[in-house]
């Protein structure tokens, strides 16, 4: 079935990068997805790949996606105290399929 | 830029009343869903919406749930008879649908439900 996983906790210092891991089930899924979440706040698209792409570059966020292995990464270069947040990797199939989430990596950025 | 609103934020109710949600989608998209996420817990898809009617529906959305687009700008979840594992925070989000960009999924900030 669809399952995405990650890992629950990260604490990174201000300054370093940060890497969110996460892997995933569903081998036809096409859209990979990050999400982030500020404590009591809704879910933002932060960014998300193809599954025919590698790897995609925003800003400070770079998704680094493994196919044939199911991973998918999250880097965010010169992570912040206002990065402190949940991140969620999210997987759908195709462009109006509904999206399936992992259960979130909380980052802790320590001033 | 455009987003998804909802309203309201936070709603609290009685175990066995009825609540409506509701969403107003980005203009121009055409796919609708509803998901939430209990305390702690994963978000969770409940239910997606096209052309005037449901397209996909988890077990999660039993007989208790429906949705509705009354006007062709809402969209609406309701909840018949609210049970105490219904608290959670209900997200909306909708797609434009297509390839590329134009499918992916924007939520909007949820509605808190807390059901007494």
């Known amino acids: 079935g669809e399952d995405v996983e990650q890992s629950l906790f990260l604490s990174v210092r201000e300054g370093d990068s940060s890497v969110i891991n996460c892997t995933y089930t569903?081998?036809?899924?096409?859209?990979l997805y990050w999400y982030k979440q500020e404590p009591g706040a809704g879910l933002q698209l932060l960014t998300y790949i193809f599954s025919n792409m590698d790897m995609k570059q925003d800003q400070r966020l770079t998704v680094l996606l493994n196919k044939k292995d199911k991973h998918l990464s999250l880097r965010i270069a010169d992570t912040q105290t206002g990065d402190s947040a949940i991140y969620f990797c999210?997987?759908?199939?195709?462009?109006?399929?509904?999206?399936?989430f992992g259960p979130g990596t909380s980052l802790s950025v320590i001033p | 830029e455009p987003e998804v609103t909802q309203t309201p934020s936070h709603q609290v109710t009685q175990m066995g009343q009825e609540v409506i949600l509701r969403c107003v989608p980005i203009?121009?998209?055409?796919?609708f869903y509803w998901y939430r996420q209990i305390l702690g817990q994963k978000v969770e898809f409940l239910v997606s919406?096209?052309?005037?009617?449901?397209?996909?529906k988890s077990e999660i959305f039993d007989d208790q749930f429906s949705v509705e687009r009354p006007d062709g700008s809402n969209f609406t979840l309701k909840i018949r008879s609210t049970k105490l594992e219904d608290s959670a925070m209900y997200f909306c989000a909708s797609s434009e649908g297509g390839l590329g960009a134009r499918g992916t999924q924007y939520f909007g900030p949820g509605t808190r439900l807390t059901v007494l």
């Open positions: 999210a997987e759908g199939k195709t462009s109006y399929d509904k999206v399936i």
């Open positions: 203009s121009n998209h055409l796919y």
């Open positions: 569903d081998s036809s899924s096409t859209y």
């Open positions: 919406f096209y052309n005037n009617e449901i397209s996909e």
